[in-house]
């Protein structure tokens, strides 16, 4: 294995350039992963539109872009059992402690030491040890990488719905068919939801429908929204 490899670093606002760096060391308790496949997520064009959120590791001057991906092990650290050279794995890009304030009481987002993921736009990653530990998933046989990478926002998306207590029958809307809405329509259809789907796009809301929307409006900037969607509604009376 080469010593470098090509890597996209955000520079700058709207400045991310392909450069040689170094390949990462393997410490114990780390996995080094061959990137196969890289999404862009909205956390990512946001940055490079707008730059980096404070607080976060993009607020470093230079770093790898990217956190989403799926890939291969190429090298496992001293003490890693649960992986071998060769596996297809996919990581969330963020590990809570488990021990500090918050996830003592199980609000694992808000965790003090959060350890985080940033840099799959590159050819290789090393991936931190409390992340192996505890967010890194083997991708099960006859699942393509492809729709693997997608685990982040799918994560979060399982966490919203199970937060909103969604029940059999019930009338919900889902304002916006991006990614993230369409897979918020998905999951809800699966909870048994009579589901409206709302969006600027015509296109957008086709998927909307493909993926199970009963009732797909398509909204203008400045419809009311409110009265739109309680038409479509029992008695008028709005969503559940
Ligand atoms: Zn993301
Ligand atoms: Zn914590």
Redesign the pocket.
């Known amino acids: 294995m080469n010593s470098t490899m090509k890597a996209a670093i955000f520079k700058d606002i709207r400045k991310v350039v392909l450069e040689d760096v170094p390949v990462p060391q393997v410490n114990p308790g780390e996995l080094l992963i061959k990137i196969n496949i890289a999404l862009t997520c909205g956390t990512d064009a946001k940055t490079f539109k707008r730059g980096p959120k404070k607080k976060t590791p993009y607020s470093q001057a230079i770093h790898i872009f990217g956190h989403e991906y799926a890939g291969t092990v190429v090298e496992v650290g001293e003490g890693v059992t649960r992986f071998d050279k060769g596996d297809k794995v996919v990581s969330a890009n963020s590990a809570?402690?488990?021990?500090?304030?918050?996830?003592k009481r199980s609000e694992?987002s808000l965790?003090?030491?959060?350890t985080w993921l940033w840099g799959t736009f590159a050819e290789y990653i090393k991936i931190p040890a409390a992340i192996v530990k505890k967010n890194t998933f083997t991708i099960p046989e006859g699942v393509p990488m492809k729709h693997m990478a997608l685990m982040e926002p799918l994560a979060c998306v399982v966490h919203g719905i199970e937060r909103t207590g969604i029940k059999l029958g019930d009338t919900i809307v889902i304002n916006g068919a991006g990614p993230i809405g369409l897979m918020y329509v998905f999951l809800s259809k699966m909870k048994g939801a009579r589901v409206i789907s709302t969006d600027l796009k015509r296109d957008r809301l086709d998927v909307a429908s493909a993926l199970g929307a009963d009732i797909a409006i398509k909204v203008e900037e400045d419809d009311d929204i409110v009265e739109t969607v309680r038409n479509h509604t029992e008695g008028g009376k709005g969503v559940d």
């Open positions: 809570p402690c488990g021990y500090c304030f918050h996830c694992f965790c003090e030491n959060l």
